[in-house]
């Protein structure tokens, strides 16, 4: 009888690798036959690729941000907080106000450098105090609870949020100011690239490398990392569990007040459900990268930007679907799927998990 059970189990088993072969086959089969339409078709020409892929560097940038929050949450608790989305709106939308003021009083058009720092830095505060709060009354108390707890809780948290800011803010759409200096077109290794896409990649490029050595160099860094290990023995050590817990909230609320405002400088509008799409696909790189792991959320975010943006022409065309690039969100959702289907560990967590062991 135990024979029996373990035949069919091999079996059972070796029924579900070779439809998960069948499946890898078909999606490279189907990729491949969709670029080389493409390709072959020659619709688009090198300066349109070039644009696509500017902007793609540019939106995953935006989206390595958030990434950010949600893998080092994950890392020190163990779980998805998805109200992560709305304190990125919540800088988004701060930062709106601040720079509308700036435009009144003539500072927005007149020093626009300093314009960019202050609502950069009312973001980034506004952000930080969003999330440190969602930390201590929403997910202190369930420190010790069973992990699908806060995670639901994470779910309130982020409708509460988003409601909060409708009643406070209105339900209309917000537009930031222009400014005609990130509107010009400049050359760089033969790429045209809009100025204010410069200023997104250099700023989240910078700020990304800044957040590494920060958790790699300095000891505060090395005490999120020891309490991401192990908790208990981290406070043996010394170490400060609660504090570093803030800490590394408060960090990941830095990041995401930093996106919302290269967010809204990009795309210029922002509403209180603005957190939502953004999150979601931020939470996508985190899981593409190697959820809990920082370099590999930064690296899902620049992979899925440019796969959201190359991939609908890329593929699609080939494939004569019509209107390819409104069905970027089901690109970069199928890549979410997939990921979870051949790779759950991640581009690079699993490679991690293996140096740890």
Known sequence: ?????????????????????????????????GVFGTLRAG?????????????????????????????MVYGVLGFINFA???VFMSGAMIGFYVATSLKNIGIWDSNPILALLIVLASSMLTATTVAVLVERIA????????????????IGASFFLQYAFQGLFGAGTKSYPRLPL?????????????????VVIIAALLMMVGLYLFIEKTKTGKAIRAVAEDKE?????????????????AVGGLMAGAAGTLYSLVFTQVTFFTGFL??????????LGGIGNIVGAMLGGVVLGLVESLGPTLMLTGLNV????????????????????FRPTGLLGERLAEEKA
């Open 1 to 33: 009888m135990q024979r029996t059970a373990s035949r069919s189990f091999v079996g059972s088993f070796s029924l579900v690798g070779l439809l998960i072969w069948a499946l890898r086959i078909v999606v490279v089969v189907t990729v491949f036959l």
């Open 43 to 71: 619709t688009y020409s090198a300066s349109q690729w070039q644009d696509l892929i500017v902007f793609g560097l540019a939106q995953g940038g935006v989206y390595a941000l958030i990434a950010l929050g949600y893998t």
């Open 84 to 86: 992560h989305g709305e």
């Open 139 to 154: 997910y202190r108390p369930l420190r010790n609870a069973p992990r699908i707890i806060p995670l639901i809780t994470s």
């Open 182 to 198: 990130l509107l010009q077109t400049i050359s760089f290794l033969g790429f045209r690239i809009v100025a204010i896409q410069a």
């Open 233 to 249: 023995i981290a406070g043996l050590m010394g170490i400060d569990v609660d504090r570093t817990i803030v800490l590394t909230f």
């Open 278 to 287: 953004p999150g979601i696909k931020a939470f996508t790189s985190a899981v």
């Open 322 to 341: 019509p209107a390819p690039h409104q069905l970027k969100d089901v690109v970069a959702f199928t890549v979410l799927i997939l990921v979870l289907i």
